[in-house]
T-cell receptor
Framework: TQLLEQSPQFLSIQEGENLTVYCNSS?????LQWYRQEPGEGPVLLVT?????EVKKLKRLTFQFGDARKDSSLHITAAQPGDTGLYLC????????????FGKGITLSVRP | KAGVTQTPRYLIKTRGQQVTLSCSPI?????VSWYQQTPGQGLQFLFE???????NKGNFPGRFSGRQFSNSRSEMNVSTLELGDSALYLC?????????????FGQGTRLTVV
């Protein structure tokens, strides 16, 4: 059983469209991170959310941490081909050790 | 500030051989974690080292081992390689061991076992 479920698994959209992807769990997290990974490279940290209900913006990307700290969403406005990549969420389960647990990721393709 | 450096970038080995991968963390980072990434399983946690001590270990067989040196550099070793060990091995460093363990990843070592 995957601790962090990401959906959808694959997404292919046209440049300029908006999209929202999700990261869900039945566990409570002390913090949650989103990473983007491009082919042949390591994941790059985009954002960390800590407080339930927290919303953070990074240019056209909006990240939200659920009130109960069990889930998170990533919304991209006016997607561009440069947004193409694998989006991973990862978190620290409350009460567990400091190990980061990763979801399997969402493969996003933005067509020009 | 230099990022996380992993060597080598690519490696081809034969079944039964062993391999050692190296990771140099960001300067000042004392925590190093290793992950195996495959298309089917995603990122699977191997182990974490902090101040030369293994703090956490994932569910991998004993063929997978690691260590950390006093300068925080880390190595992982895989013995008796199997075809299923083919994967991208990622190393990540963190400033400290704690709640906000944001990971800064290297580019990975692509291991192919033939």
């Amino acid at each position: 059983t995957q601790l962090l479920e990401q959906s959808p698994q694959f997404l292919s959209i046209q440049e300029g469209e908006n999209l929202t992807v999700y990261c869900n769990s039945s566990s409570v997290f002390s913090s949650l991170q989103w990473y983007r990974q491009e082919p042949g490279e390591g994941p790059v940290l985009l954002v960390t959310v800590v407080t339930g209900g927290e919303v953070k913006k990074l240019k056209r990307l909006t990240f939200q941490f659920g009130d109960a700290r069990k889930d998170s969403s990533l919304h991209i406005t006016a997607a561009q081909p440069g947004d193409t990549g694998l989006y991973l969420c990862a978190g620290n389960v409350i009460g567990a050790n400091s190990k980061l647990t990763f979801g399997k990721g969402i493969t996003l393709s933005v067509r020009p | 500030k230099a990022g996380v450096t992993q060597t080598p970038r690519y490696l081809i080995k034969t079944r039964g051989q062993q391999v050692t991968l190296s990771c140099s963390p960001i300067s000042g980072h004392r925590s190093v974690s290793w992950y195996q990434q495959t298309p089917g399983q995603g990122l699977q946690f191997l182990f974490e080292y902090f101040s030369e001590t293994q703090r956490n270990k994932g569910n991998f067989p004993g063929r997978f081992s690691g260590r950390q040196f006093s300068n925080s550099r880390s190595e992982m070793n895989v013995s008796t390689l199997e075809l299923g060990d083919s994967a991208l091995y990622l190393c990540a460093s963190s400033p400290s061991q704690g709640i906000l363990t944001e990971a800064f990843f290297g580019q990975g070592t692509r291991l192919t076992v033939v």
